[in-house]
């Protein structure tokens, strides 16, 4: 993720050019489906990792290389729960509120973290730095309750944990 990029041209530019790097990522996933639907979902992770979100401006231009229209795009962005629309803190974190997470001590884990952050679900810390959401489920159940920071999952985790766990993501 780059931090200076000037995304007030990414979300309001109905012609937005891709990055050559992302738009040649994108033409090589292409090679791996016999649908050029099926490579949404990658093509949007590429465009993500570039910015950390995915801008609006950005769905015409991954539905050109694609060649589908724009609503496919949009449907599966704003249909997964790991595609940002919106910017995002440096470290998002997923809190587990599946049943099993439920059952295990969610409800103290999810209250400890909102307390240590600030913050609330669908929010970002001041610093940027943090980003708390809800997931369904994170099929670590053998864990519960389980997190997620990143791509790196943690349970079961105690509200005694969310100390050193969060040191280890500046």
Do not use: N
């Not at 292409?30 to 609006?56: C, M, N, S």
């Not at 610093?127 to 999952?153: E, K, N, S």
């Amino acid at each position: 993720m780059t931090d200076s990029i000037d995304t007030t041209r990414i979300i309001s530019s109905d012609r937005f050019e891709l990055h050559p790097a992302d738009e040649t990522a994108i033409v090589r996933e292409l090679d791996h489906y016999e649908q050029p639907q099926a490579a949404t979902i990658e093509a949007l992770k590429i465009v993500q990792r570039r910015y950390g979100w995915i801008p609006d401006g950005t769905i015409p231009a991954i539905a050109r290389v694609l060649g589908i229209g724009p609503a496919a795009v949009e449907g599966v962005a704003t249909f997964y729960s790991l595609l940002f629309r919106q910017p995002v803190g440096r470290h998002v974190i997923l809190i587990c509120d599946s049943s099993s997470c439920f059952l295990t001590g969610f409800d103290e884990l999810k209250a400890a973290l909102v307390q240590q952050l600030g913050i609330d679900y669908g929010e970002t810390t001041q610093d940027r730095r943090f980003t708390l959401l809800p997931v369904c489920c994170l099929g670590a159940c053998d864990g519960a309750p389980a997190m997620m920071i990143d791509d790196d999952t943690y349970g079961p985790v105690r509200p005694e944990d969310l100390d050193t766990l969060l040191e280890g993501y500046p």
